[in-house]
């Protein structure tokens, strides 16, 4: 049996797709197109979306305008270039975050202060570590 290739362009939507789906998951939320439609529209009313472009963005059928990809872009926290982009996006100077890291940060932030200071802490020992390999 043949795999089929994708088109660059089936796949830069299903890369767009996979963000979106970890970003959603970054922010505790459920990979939905209800809820994402949901929360798009509650910040967005301008703007508003249907479930069924929703589960497009989700499915990686299509992606959205740069208005409304700016628009999920807030809603996700994320950058709207790495959104759109991913790792493509970064500069020498500044490069763009991975949706791990983006997931890692959002869970940080939730951290109160006291647990924020251990976990740097920890943080620091495994890059010490790592130096006296």
């Not at 963005?57 to 992606?63: A, K």
């Amino acid at each position: 049996m043949k795999t089929r290739l994708r088109k660059p362009a089936e796949q830069e939507r299903a890369q767009f797709a996979e963000r979106v789906k970890a970003a959603l998951a970054a922010c505790d939320m459920p990979v939905s197109a209800t809820g994402l439609q949901r929360v798009f529209n509650e910040r967005n009313n301008d703007l508003a979306i249907s479930v069924h472009a929703a589960r497009k963005w989700i499915t990686g059928e299509s992606i959205p305008t740069q208005s409304r990809l700016r628009a999920l872009a807030d809603v996700l926290q994320v950058p709207a270039t790495w959104l759109r982009f991913g790792d493509e996006a970064a500069t020498l100077e500044s490069k763009a975050l991975s949706a791990q890291e983006h997931m890692l940060i959002q869970q940080f932030r939730k951290l109160s202060e006291a647990q924020r200071t251990h976990v740097l802490a920890l943080v620091q020992s495994a890059v010490d570590l790592r130096g006296k390999r």
